[in-house]
């Protein structure tokens, strides 16, 4: 019955029959033009036996050594935006930014799975890429349960209007994931190609009239002992919602400094015709 078949879908992978599943597979793998990164840290239990020092260290060294080259290849003319779906212990912190296109289609660069990653070395990883983003424009974050602390200290950090705090529910789910699914619908959104992405968005489902993740739990594909509860779904709706709600001022852009122009030729390659950066 319909319990047998949650219960293969959550241990197995295996859709359901009859599953109102919202995004075709023709979506989304057209949605996924080219390979980009996914940055995973994934957690051991050795990780608690650190000391505070060497923990910070641990993740500092990950920063530099993955996450900076991701930021340096940001196209700094761009409006950036992001979302937050938090886990802590089973399931995977999903980040996702986007950056806005000409075409206004939302284009993520690279996104982060964060597996057993404590709450205050998540939020060292999430300021230090907002505080890179080019022209920061907001994001959106789970607030739900024990993201909570999360969202409200990044909110103090950066702003209200800057931090939407979102409270996951049915009526949230319902009003903004049919969003999304046009987005898909229409070519309007562009993500890595990952097959564990591509089976988060298979988490998005219609129940009870509802387009929202469903709450069976995946394996990951990537390390099967780990599971999945859609989180990669979840930050693209919450980053398609900040997309929406983008609260940067868009008409300045701060010139780089003729040292800029010397170290970094490339990320502002353009820019003497396009700015005036003479």
């Known amino acids: 019955g319909s319990r047998k078949a949650a219960m293969r879908e959550e241990l197995d992978a295996s859709p359901r029959d009859g599953s109102s599943v919202c995004l075709p597979t023709l979506w989304v793998e057209r949605a996924m033009s080219e390979p980009r990164t996914i940055l995973r840290l994934a957690l051991g239990d050795d990780f608690t036996e650190m000391t505070p020092d060497e923990r910070d260290a641990y993740i500092d060294d990950w920063i530099q050594r993955y996450l900076e080259p991701e930021l340096q290849k940001l196209d700094q003319r761009k409006q950036h935006c992001a979302g937050q779906d938090y886990a802590r212990h089973r399931d995977f912190s999903f980040i996702l930014p986007f950056y806005i296109a000409q075409d206004l289609r939302r284009i993520?660069?690279?996104?982060?799975?964060m597996h057993k990653v404590p709450s205050r070395l998540q939020q060292k990883i999430l300021w230090y890429m907002l505080d890179r983003l080019p022209r920061f424009g907001g994001i959106a974050m789970d607030a739900t349960g024990n993201g909570e602390t999360l969202a409200e200290n990044t909110a103090e950090k950066y702003g209200e209007h800057m931090v939407h705090q979102i409270k996951l529910s049915r009526a949230w789910y319902g009003l903004w994931t049919p969003k999304l699914v046009t987005a898909f619908e229409e070519d309007m959104i562009d993500l890595p190609i990952d097959a564990d992405l591509k089976n988060d968005c298979s988490a998005i489902e219609e129940v009870d009239g509802i387009y929202m993740v469903s709450k069976a739990r995946a394996k990951d594909i990537k390390d099967p002992e780990?599971?999945?509860h859609g989180d990669g779904a979840v930050a693209m709706i919450l980053g398609w919602f900040a997309s929406l709600h983008l609260s940067s001022p868009i008409e300045f852009i701060p010139l780089p400094s003729a040292s800029d122009l010397e170290m970094n030729q490339d990320r502002y390659d353009g820019w003497f015709s396009?700015?005036?950066?003479?």
Do not use: D
């Open 108 to 113: 993520a660069p690279f996104a982060i799975e």
């Open 226 to 228: 780990l599971h999945r």
């Open 274 to 278: 396009e700015a005036g950066c003479i």
